[in-house]
Every structure is written in C-alpha cells, then in structure tokens.
Antibody
C-alpha cells in the first residue's frame, strides 16, 4: 500500500523559513518523480514543485521559484521542501504526491499524502 | 501559463442523476488532462488521466472525454459517496488546476 507521510508544518513568521519532509513507502521510491502541491484556506489546488526520480531535474511554480527548494534522498525514501522568505500567501496545506513527468515538463499526480499545514503569520 | 476554467463551480444533484462537469484550457493541451476528487479534510484522489483513462480501482460510472481545449467529466448514476469537489488539471506544461466543482446534494 502506498503511503506518503508529510511532516514539518507549523506556524512561521513572515520572512521565516521552514522545511517540509515526506516519507514514502509501499512503492519503489527511486522510480518515481515526487511533487509538492498546496491548497490555501478555502482555496483550490496549486502545484508547487516537482523533482525527477533521480533528482537531476526540478521544476518550480513561478510563485515559489527562488524561495523554495525541492530535494530527495532515495536511500531514505524521503523528499523535502525547503521554504525561505515565507509570505502570508504561502499559508496552505502542503501535500506530497507521487508524480509522473510527461517527458517535457508536465507533471501529474498518482497519489497524495494527507498534507501538513503551514501557517505564515506574525 | 495555461489557465484551466471549470464550470459550474457548484452543482446540486440527486442520487442516481447523471452529472457533467466541464473544463476548458486556455490553449490546446492535447489529452494531457486529469480529474481528481477531493472530500472535505482529505487529499485529492486521481480519477481520470490522459483525459479519458480510468485510474485503477475507480468505479466505471466515472467517465472522461475531450481533447485540445474542451473536456468533460461525467458521473453516470451519482452515488452518495460521490458528493465531493472535483478538479481538472492540465499536465501539458508544468501543472495547473481548475477552480473546482462542488457536487452537492439537491
């Protein structure tokens, strides 16, 4: 059974930093891209970032490029999202997702974790 | 960026109804489209990929169609478990989601 367990959410001050982690199990982690998608309060879904199976390729949404960094450790079946210069509009539930890249830069999502809430507020 | 527009934003229906949700892309995305179901407090669940391919384990009453810029998700004979919010998502270029359609009990 696929399991994705996010951690690291919490209250952060504007301008602060936070690192989210996602522990994966139930599938061959090193064979899949992994992604982060967020959902703001009473809002829709927004893709944030994706990392290829090897970690060699990463893509970011314009809204987070230059502030967020995605990484993975295939020896530990984990993916991370380092977030810097956080803003109020980054407040959201952040979902980790088992993903698929279409060979160019399109990404879709096979399976999602339950999410971790990040609140950016003073 | 590719903009995805869903309609309606809310839909009221009864058990047994046929429900259709429309998604329009701001440019052609071929068939690079997925549909997800989300229930309150839960993560989204993949229903349809490549516009019309049913994800394993998803009931056959769910059906997707379309290509280019116009897509539809049809639920044949709505069941109590189907009351939820549905999102379309393009993956032709990066990823963008539609605004969602909430299917409510009439």
């Amino acid at each position: 059974e696929v399991q994705l367990l996010e951690s690291g959410g919490g209250l952060v001050q504007p301008g602060g930093s936070r690192t989210l982690s996602c522990a994966a199990s139930g599938f061959t982690f090193s064979s899949y891209a992994m992604s982060w998608v967020r959902q703001g309060p009473r809002k829709g879904l927004e893709w944030v970032s994706v990392i290829s199976d090897t970690g060699e390729t990463t893509f970011y949404a314009d809204s987070v490029r230059g502030r967020f960094t995605i990484s993975r450790d295939n020896s530990k079946n984990t993916v991370h999202l380092q977030m810097h210069s956080l803003r109020a509009e980054d407040t959201a539930v952040y979902y980790c997702a088992k993903a698929w890249l279409n060979g160019v830069n399109g990404v879709s999502f096979y399976y999602w974790g339950q999410g971790t809430l990040v609140t950016v507020s003073s | 960026d590719i903009l995805m527009t869903q309609s309606p934003s809310t839909l009221s229906a009864s058990v047994g109804d046929r429900v259709t949700i429309t998604c329009r892309a701001s440019q052609s995305i071929s068939s690079w489209l997925a549909w997800y179901q989300q229930k309150p407090g839960k993560a989204p669940k993949l229903l349809i990929y490549w516009a019309s391919s049913l994800e394993s384990g998803v009931p056959s009453r769910f059906s997707g169609s379309g290509s280019g810029t116009e897509f539809t998700l049809t639920i044949y004979s709505l069941q109590p478990d189907d009351f939820a919010t549905y999102y379309c998502q393009q993956y032709h270029s990066y990823s963008t989601f539609g605004g969602g359609t909430k299917v409510e009990i009439k």
